[in-house]
């Protein structure tokens, strides 16, 4: 039984955002499987700023997000997208979370690839008692010395 918000303790409140904000993640992994646009349009705000692992250094607005999973969606024939150590803070109609992730799947040529681990931030919203990404980074550890990004790192 879903208990009005007024009536919620505040710990009531932050387990039942906490869960919101984890079905809204499984949409998104959702969404990728099926190569699904739409569905992931409604997963964002309109002005989602993203900062992700390939150029620009952002990508502004929620075309521009969209844009960039459509450039997977050439590549790849089936899509896998797996989130790990999900963890959120939530305050009122706030939240950042931070996961590990990783895209893999079937290439269009046929070719299977592991993908890589990368480290994702989620900035959260909730508007009209939804929660969207308003930001999200996506990132790779540095090695300084050679200036490359590692991406052979397991969580």
Excluded: C
């Amino acid at each position: 039984m879903d208990i009005p918000s007024d009536f919620q303790s505040h710990a009531d409140r932050i387990e039942a955002d906490d869960a919101e904000l984890r079905r809204q993640i499984d949409k998104v992994v959702e969404g990728l499987r099926a190569k699904d646009l739409e569905a992931l349009k409604q997963l964002y705000t309109t002005d989602i700023v993203s900062f992700d692992v390939e150029p620009p250094l952002q990508h502004v607005g929620i075309a521009a997000k969209l844009q960039n999973w459509a450039k997977v969606f050439l590549f790849f024939e089936t899509v896998t997208y797996e989130v790990r150590d999900l963890t959120f803070t939530v305050d009122g109609n706030v939240a950042f979370g931070h996961a590990f992730a990783r895209l893999r799947g079937t290439l269009k040529n046929g070719a299977a690839t592991s993908g890589m681990w990368v480290r994702v931030t989620y900035g959260m919203r909730k508007i009209d008692n939804t929660w969207l990404i308003a930001h999200d980074q996506v990132s790779v550890p540095l090695d300084i010395a050679s200036g490359k990004g590692v991406v052979d790192l397991e969580p």
